[in-house]
């Protein structure tokens, strides 16, 4: 079946030190979008791509980085330079404009 | 404004009630309206999609008013299992998306 895999889905990390979360996929999207979501909160931008090499900065984009190499895969990951990276972290993807985002399952960040 | 609005709630409804929610967004031009369904620490899953006046299906109805500016999202007879946080999403300009704060709803035996 296709779909959005995003590992692991609960990571821990000390303070200090850069974390890279996973995001595939394998429904053939060209744009893929990073999110996070803080509890009690609702959903932020922190980088989206639409195509293969490119990518843009969402709203909160600062302390984050990605690429996109692939069209499957679109990694995040979050730099020491982050002040509070603990949150749930979610990965979705869509086929273009005016098509729903399919999720990933997230990942949850804790860092102490 | 905010591109797409939404009463946080909570919504407190006995079983088998009927709810709405309503979504308001500013850009009249969008086409299509998305309905997601969060629960608890977990990922938004789509709901309903709404391209035109409205979408049926089952309980669940969404009608759009282009007039006003804003999509509503009708829950009959409510299930336990219907207890989450209902998001409302808009596709904007350069394939991003606008995102309501979302809808908690909670239904009480």
């Known amino acids: 079946d296709g779909g959005i895999t995003q590992s692991p889905k609960y990571l821990f990390r000390k303070e200090g030190q850069n974390v890279t979360l996973s995001c595939e996929q394998n429904l053939n999207h060209d744009a893929m979008y990073w999110y996070r979501q803080d509890p009690g909160q609702g959903l932020r931008l922190i980088y989206y791509s639409q195509i293969v090499n490119d990518f843009q900065k969402g709203d909160i984009a600062e302390g984050y980085s990605v690429s996109r190499e692939k069209k499957e895969s679109f990694p995040l990951t979050v730099t020491s330079a982050q002040k509070n990276p603990t949150a749930f972290y979610l990965c979705?993807?869509?086929?273009?404009?005016?098509?729903?985002?399919?999720f990933g399952n997230g990942t949850r960040l804790t860092v102490t | 404004r905010k591109e797409v609005e939404q009463d946080p709630g909570p919504f407190n409804v006995p079983e088998g009630a009927t709810v709405a929610f309503n979504c308001t967004y500013s850009?009249?031009?969008?086409?299509?309206f998305f309905w997601y369904r969060q629960d608890c620490r977990k990922e938004p899953k789509l709901l309903m999609s709404v391209y035109s006046s409205g979408n049926e299906d089952g309980r669940f109805t969404a009608q759009l008013n282009r007039a006003s500016q804003y999509i509503s999202l009708l829950i009959r007879d409510s299930k336990l299992s219907d207890s989450a946080t209902y998001l409302c999403v808009v596709p904007g300009a350069g394939n991003q998306f606008y995102f309501g704060t979302g809808t908690s709803l909670t239904v009480i035996p």
């Open positions: 979705a993807s869509s086929i273009g404009a005016d098509s729903p985002l399919h």
């Open positions: 850009n009249s031009a969008s086409q299509s």
